[in-house]
């Protein structure tokens, strides 16, 4: 069954190849459109296309149904396209004649607009919540060990004295700015298309400004060829925030791969978090933080692949935008699946308490020993040339000791700060609206 069937056969070939991955990626979408039409059907009915008593049995209907994909109980049947078909079939089956109106005033184009922007609105709150429980834990991280010195490095050589505190710090703020950026991302997502129809409106007296409220958006799409305009650069401007996020994963999935070889020896894991060797007994390897690194560096990617499929069509629908649904759905699932393994990982995570006593790691403390000539009142570059001479015949010493106090060094982490700054961002999201406009819809 399709919504534009005409009554002549399609090539089977052609049909398979159009309709592509959508029926098994349409599953990701069943909830929300079920959720659109519950919304739509009631403007119809505001306007006088649909009576009250047909609006309670086609609302009595989606709520079955929409339990249905709640349950995991809902599927495309052989031979139904996607699964605004499938809604549409399923109401027609029970309703009779009545199902067959749920489609006035709308096009699948403005149907699967709604769909996925009410699916990548979820999957936002998904993403900052694990966000969150990931940004509690390096904070803690941060805190726990804050005291415990190790080295920083630049060019990968080794340059001044850092801490733990400060390395699970930094990724707890770079979490801050990626929130942010997903906030952003999420406002562009959170315009309602609905009413746009196949690009250029109806001559029906929509009433679009409902649909947005009885949906929990915050505003319209308000130019009915820029809703239409708007798939693709939704899911691009979402992906650039997955790749801000996947960017910070992955370094830090990097810097542990380092830390936890033997030739660093900075952090360790339990037995059971790392994988071992077919032919090497001792090996205890960080597989889940490899496969953080390479999942990450392809999510990464993710805004130059929408790019280049969305590059210079024309205004309006075209068949290939389709296919953003195979590029967005698994990378949202592989960036969910990275932040849980990720905090997962962090939760069980050993630091080696006493690096920087390890000899080798003495020249770390040559600024440190700069700074003290210059408090003393000898011109820096006199003191950098005094320290220097010392490295070079063999005479440097260092006590160790490092006294940072300025905001977000060793002795001030500014972590307050950091909690301040990403609670600010999260409490602006403000998904509480959408969860409200859910639960009218599906009760009244």
Known sequence: MKLWDKGTATNQKVESFTVGNDRELDLFLAPFDVLGTLAHTAMLESIGLLTSEELAQIHSELKRIYQQTQDRTFSIEPGVEDVHSQVEVMLTRVLGEVGKKVHSGRSRNDQVLVDVKLFLRAETEEISRSMEVLFSTLIQLSEKHKDKLLPGYTHLQIAMPSSFGLWFGAYAESLVDDLTLLKAAYQVVNQNPLGSAAGYGSSFPLNRQMTTDLLGFEQLNYNVVYAQMTRGKAEQ????????????????????????????????????????????????????????RGKCNIIKSLPTQISLLTSNLPSGYHRELQLLKEQIIPALTELKACLTLSELMLSQIQVKDAVLSNPKYKYAFSVEEVNRLVLAGVPFRDAYKQVAETIGNGTFKTDLKVTHTHEGSIGNLCNPEIIEKFRKVSESLNFDRVHQAYRRLLTK
């Open 237 to 292: 401007t979402l992906s650039f925030a997955m790749a801000g996020v996947a960017a910070t994963l992955s370094k830090m999935a990097m810097d542990i791969c380092l830390f936890n070889s033997q030739n660093f020896g900075f952090v360790s894991f339990p037995d059971e978090f790392t994988t071992g060797s077919s032919i090497m007994p001792h090996k205890k390897n960080p597989d889940v933080w490899e496969l953080v």
